[in-house]
């Protein structure tokens, strides 16, 4: 069997602005790749606040394609630069269609693909079902190349997935 350094990543995002959320997590990244992390684990739609407390039309404007989102292309960057993998969350715009997602990004800095959250929460300070499809990709396993040349299996579900 082979050991790995995760790090999973905390901290409290009140700003608005999406690059500074970024910044602060990007921080966060380093320093954990410093410190020998392998894979990095960022909270959940941390580029903003959480949104889904209540339904707002306007907060769709966060949402965007998967390559385009600046939350995944920062963390590409970021584990192209540090050689470190880093499943990302994030609010994404597939047609008509949003989606709560996580992006697969490689120590290459390469999306491997996306899982979409399954279990949609609803209820007072959980508006989720307003923003978010249930997602359509069953759940994700990825064999995930490291830095050193060897891979390790990743599994991931988002926050009520665990139910």
Avoid at 15 to 43: F, K, M, T
């Amino acid at each position: 069997m082979r050991e790995i350094t995760v790090a999973a990543l905390q901290l409290e995002l009140g700003a608005q602005d999406e690059a500074e959320n970024i910044e602060a997590v990007s921080s966060l990244v380093e320093e954990a790749a410093s410190r020998g992390a392998q894979v990095i684990l960022p909270p959940e739609l941390f580029d903003g606040p959480y949104f889904c407390k209540h339904e707002d039309e306007a907060l769709f404007a966060r949402a965007a394609p998967t390559a385009e989102h600046p939350n995944v292309r920062a963390m590409a960057k970021l584990a192209k630069k540090l050689g470190v993998a880093i499943p990302t969350s994030f609010f994404e715009k597939d047609g008509p269609h949003h989606y709560n997602t996580l992006a697969m990004i490689d120590a290459e800095g390469e999306i491997m693909g996306v899982y979409r959250k399954s279990h949609i929460p609803d209820g007072p300070g959980y508006e989720e079902k307003y923003y978010f499809r249930p997602g359509n990709t069953g759940f994700k396993v990825w064999d995930v190349p490291l830095k050193d040349g060897g891979s390790t299996k990743i599994g991931v579900g988002v926050c009520w997935d665990q139910w």
